[in-house]
């Protein structure tokens, strides 16, 4: 469950899969000047919101390339990153001022009930405020 709403408020929140090209050395060639011998193998990244594509090599070179998107349900410094300020702009466009957005927020997930019911402790607070914040989302589509 918790990889799959990953991933859905990973595209909500703007990130998108890419596909790279990864060249990885498999060995070396048995010589007196051996080269290595590398093997090129495709992956999927997540890239961040306003990325540019193609990714500059910087992006590619960097410590902050991610394989997966952020973990949202055990972060909750993702979430107040990523997440919440993005939910707190689509309530505002809904008439809410941003104080009546971060209240309506906020009271969804103390109260989310698959806090409670589902077993889940109060130190997963990140995967509460995910599910508060997966109920925003379906509720904008209806």
Request: overall charge neutral; hydrophobic content about 35%; glycine content about 4%.
């Amino acid at each position: 469950m918790n990889e799959e709403l990953n991933k859905k408020l990973a595209e909500w929140a703007g990130f998108r899969q890419e596909k790279i090209s990864v060249n990885y050395e498999v060995g070396r060639r048995v010589s007196y000047m051996s080269k290595p011998i590398y093997k090129t193998k495709e992956k999927k990244i997540w890239v961040e919101p306003g990325t540019p594509m193609p990714l500059p090599d910087e992006v590619l070179l960097s410590h902050e390339l991610r394989l997966n998107p952020y973990n949202f349900t055990q972060s909750l410094d993702a979430c107040f990153k990523w997440l919440v300020p993005k939910a707190i702009l689509t309530m505002c466009n809904k008439t809410l001022t941003p104080f009546q957005a971060y209240q309506k927020l906020f009271d969804y997930w103390r109260k989310e009930p698959e806090f409670i019911i589902s077993g889940y402790s109060i130190e997963e607070p990140a995967l509460a405020l995910c599910l508060a914040i997966e109920k925003l989302i379906d509720g904008d589509k209806q």
